[in-house]
């Protein structure tokens, strides 16, 4: 029997994903590692980080406006991929942590236009 490749498990996603870059934290028992997400869907996540879980080990993902159990289903060196024991709304974690990205509202120039309104 054959394993899986790595590219295989990343394109078997049944949920759209929406690329991200919210930081959040993975809990691995009473261990808190910060990390990135990388992208986010209903049913999973791609997360970014140092010294990540391996496959199989049960992880909760917490950012603002998200608790959600998982389990990895496949790790690299920075990078790994979740998937959620319970469905999330991921457009209302996204909303909930879109103050992250308020410096783009800041202009380089006081007197020039805003990137955004």
Request: proline share 9%.
């Amino acid at each position: 029997m054959t394993k899986p490749s790595l590219t295989s498990l990343r394109d078997s996603r049944c949920a759209p994903r929406f690329p991200t870059k919210l930081e959040a934290v993975l809990r691995i028992g009473r261990e808190r590692m910060p990390i990135v997400i990388g992208d986010l869907s209903r049913t999973g996540a791609l997360v970014c980080g140092p010294m990540l879980p391996l496959r199989g080990q049960r992880v909760a993902l917490v950012a603002r406006g998200l608790e959600v159990s998982a389990t990895v289903v496949w790790s690299a060196e920075d990078s790994c991929g979740l998937s959620f024991h319970d469905p999330i709304d991921p457009l209302a974690v996204v909303r909930d942590n879109v103050a992250q990205f308020a410096w783009l509202k800041r202009t380089a120039d006081p007197s020039g236009p805003t990137l955004a309104k």
